[in-house]
């Protein structure tokens, strides 16, 4: 079946400590993108990328980082940096621009920094 | 930037019909996606509008008026299943590509 897949679901981490959230996708899309999501608030844009060896800055990509090595992937980095991790974080993905081209998202990491 | 205001909460009967409205502001509207999203789970897409009218999906629907900056979700036979948080999201020009605004999401509880 297609679909886009992050894992692990829980992830805890000690403060200080960098990790990486991983998400794949089958669908052949090209764009793929990054959210946080924090209680009672809508998703917010970290990280976006079109197309492979290329990505952007959302509206919170501070503390963050990515790569698009691969149509397939696109691992983000929450570092050290970013002051307050512990969020769900959703991965996305869609066809390139035009159209519905709705976004199809992952079921999402949820991360708690201790 | 963007704007996209939303209620917080709503509450519905089962059975019901329920209309969730949504006003955005933006410099170049390129689409309006509604999306449903249970707690702890992933959105999924329910509705896209970029021009004006109504746009009808079996119980859902969603309307658009760009003029006013403004859209709704209709939901009709309201189930219980339909609870739930309902993201309204804008996309534009800036940028490039696919990328959205969200809202903060309205959570709608259905009771018997």
């Known amino acids: 079946d297609g679909g886009i897949t992050q894992s692990p679901k829980y992830l805890f981490r000690k403060e200080g400590q960098n990790v990486t959230l991983s998400c794949e996708q089958n669908?052949?899309?090209?764009?793929m993108y990054w959210y946080r999501q924090d209680p009672g608030q809508g998703l917010r844009l970290i990280y976006y990328s079109q197309i492979v060896n290329d990505f952007q800055k959302g509206d919170i990509a501070e503390g963050y980082s990515v790569s698009r090595e691969k149509k397939e992937s696109f691992p983000l980095t929450v570092t050290s940096a970013q002051k307050n991790p512990t969020a769900f974080y959703l991965c996305?993905?869609?066809?390139?621009?035009?159209?519905?081209?709705?976004?199809?998202f992952g079921p999402g990491t949820r991360l708690t920094v201790l | 930037g963007q704007n996209i205001d939303q209620p917080t909460e709503m509450t519905a009967t089962e059975g019901a019909i329920v209309q969730i409205n949504c006003t955005y502001q933006?410099?170049?509207?390129?689409?309006l996606f509604w999306y449903q999203q249970h707690a702890g789970e992933a959105p999924t897409f329910l509705s896209y509008n970029v021009l004006d009218g109504l746009e009808e999906k079996g119980r859902f629907s969603s309307f658009l008026s760009r003029s006013k900056g403004y859209s709704y979700l209709l939901l009709k036979e309201l189930h219980m299943k339909d609870s739930a948080s309902y993201l309204c999201a804008v996309r534009d020009h800036t940028g490039g590509g696919n990328k959205l605004t969200f809202g903060t999401g309205t959570q709608l509880k259905v009771e018997l």
């Open positions: 996305a993905s869609s066809p390139q621009a035009g159209g519905v081209n709705e976004q199809f």
């Open positions: 933006t410099s170049g509207f390129n689409g």
């Open positions: 669908l052949n899309h090209d764009a």
